[in-house]
């Protein structure tokens, strides 16, 4: 058994699989404003926008609001689609989102085994509020979690420090060695669970080599690998 005794979740590409709930969301939107047939290759131009428009945040360049609807008026002005739609269209785009459920292998049974070994387990997520509610309700982990962190709710988003003090003054007594982030973001997880002082787990499923230059204490391709790290 280690000392680590809490763990925070990233929901968004590590309890749950993003690009299938975001694939089934911008495609229910087009569909709801009768706007041209969402093709796939188009899903790919809106998730590498989307990403750009996370980063930059993550970076204290822009705003969240910004990022919203930012990333929908530069994507429907690529497609020649009314830019003036973005702000609906993303209203829409939370709740669908909130719709799709799609957990990564293992990720809910390991979930389970951590609380069945009594570690305390947060959700630790920048994503909306309207969105996040929805699938954690959705997909049960909200009666599994002891504690959802909505970076809205919070005031502050991962991966700055006020994020992580509001997480610690909310579990009480624990000390950072005590504490693990795993998160499949090494900007907004990583970054964040290093500069506070926690222990870093990414998840990285697909194998990837690092985007950016930021130390990890451990890397898995599997939650499940987590129990391992736990000794559970
Ligand atoms: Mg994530």
Request: charged share 25%.
């Amino acid at each position: 058994m280690s000392k680590i005794k809490v763990v925070l979740w990233d929901i968004d590409g590590t309890l749950l699989d993003f690009h299938p709930a975001e694939r089934y969301a911008i495609k229910a939107c087009f569909e709801a404003f009768d706007l041209p047939r969402c093709t796939d290759a188009m899903v790919q131009e809106y998730s590498n926008i989307n990403k750009k428009y996370w980063l930059a945040m993550e970076q204290g360049r822009i705003t969240k609001d910004e990022v919203l609807v930012g990333r929908f008026r530069e994507f429907f002005a690529n497609q020649g689609i009314d830019t003036s739609l973005a702000e609906k269209v993303n209203a829409m785009y939370q709740v669908r989102l909130g719709d799709g459920v799609y957990f990564f292998a293992d990720a809910l049974e390991t979930v389970k085994a951590c609380k069945a070994a009594g570690l305390l387990q947060c959700a630790v997520t920048n994503g909306t509020k309207v969105a996040q509610v929805r699938k954690l309700a959705k997909s049960g982990l909200d009666k599994i979690l002891d504690y959802i962190f909505i970076s809205e709710d919070v005031g502050f988003e991962k991966p700055s420090k006020k994020f992580f003090q509001k997480v610690f003054d909310r579990i009480g007594y624990y000390k950072p060695e005590e504490i693990l982030i795993v998160g499949d973001s090494l900007t907004s997880d990583m970054q964040g669970g290093r500069d506070a002082g926690i222990h870093t787990c990414w998840f990285n499923p697909r194998g990837m080599a690092k985007n950016f230059p930021i130390k990890t204490e451990y890397e898995i391709l599997n939650i499940a690998q987590v129990k391992d790290i736990l000794g559970i």
